[in-house]
């Protein structure tokens, strides 16, 4: 016990480094993909078959590939065979190129989450807000983008909480992550930071975990059977 006391000088400021740029590319992430994930559905979606069987290929491309090799490639791919090495080689480039890596790998996986809980949207709820004077733009932000939202609400934290644990690959590309950092030090005989890693991820994801049934529960549209367009008619 008085050798760890003696080490956590040293050691804790290397993993708390290790922490942020974890949570750094967990948020950046997050950002990145939620959004552009919305995009790829609406592609897949679309009724132009090329644009749709494109969007379908990459979709298929991504989900069936390890993230992984897609981090591999992102960051090896321009400097080894288009001979222009764009990301550099600082810790800089190669954070960048996992969070691209890490948004296109997460925004496919999305896509796909939200083009199950569009098309869980009864065709007749389109019908009816048609019959009410709705726009198609007015009808999927005030009809279905609400129950949408209820309906993808568990897949996406179980996806967010992936995310979480997934932010340790990043380390293949050299990211200084947290598990990475820890990873330095057991390499000469210093294990315990190791299990420091492994409470980091259970009290993150038990925060997730807690702040998306807070969010579950505050989307229980169906308590108000008319609330989405009371509120949408003032």
Not at 14 to 41: D, E, M, R
Not at 117 to 146: C, D, H, N, R
Request: overall charge positive; proline content about 5%.
């Amino acid at each position: 016990m008085e050798l760890i006391l003696e080490q956590m000088p040293i050691v804790l400021p290397a993993l708390n480094a290790g922490f942020l740029q974890t949570l750094k590319l967990f948020i950046v992430t997050l950002a990145g993909s939620l959004p552009l994930g919305l995009i790829i559905a609406f592609g897949a979606m679309s009724k132009f078959k090329p644009l749709s069987l494109l969007t379908k290929l990459v979709i298929w491309i991504i989900r069936g590939t390890p993230l992984m090799i897609q981090l591999l490639i992102i960051y090896y791919f321009p400097g080894l065979v288009l001979d222009n090495p764009i990301w550099g080689s600082g810790e800089k480039g190669r954070f960048l190129a996992a969070a691209v890596a890490f948004i296109f790998n997460y925004a496919c996986y999305f896509a796909e989450i939200y083009r199950a809980g569009i098309s869980a949207v009864p065709v007749g709820q389109y019908e009816a807000a048609k019959l009410l004077g709705y726009s198609k733009s007015q009808t999927f932000i005030y009809i279905v983008l609400p129950q949408v939202v209820k309906h993808i609400l568990p897949p996406v934290a179980n996806e967010t909480i992936t995310l979480v644990k997934d932010t340790s690959l990043a380390r293949v590309i050299g990211v200084h992550e947290i598990i990475m950092e820890a990873e330095n030090y057991s390499r000469v005989g210093i294990i315990w930071p190791l299990f420091y890693t492994g409470v980091f991820f259970l009290l993150f994801n038990g925060i997730l975990t807690l702040l998306f049934g807070y969010i579950e529960k505050k989307l229980d549209y169906y308590k108000n059977g008319v609330k989405i367009y009371e509120n949408y008619n003032g």
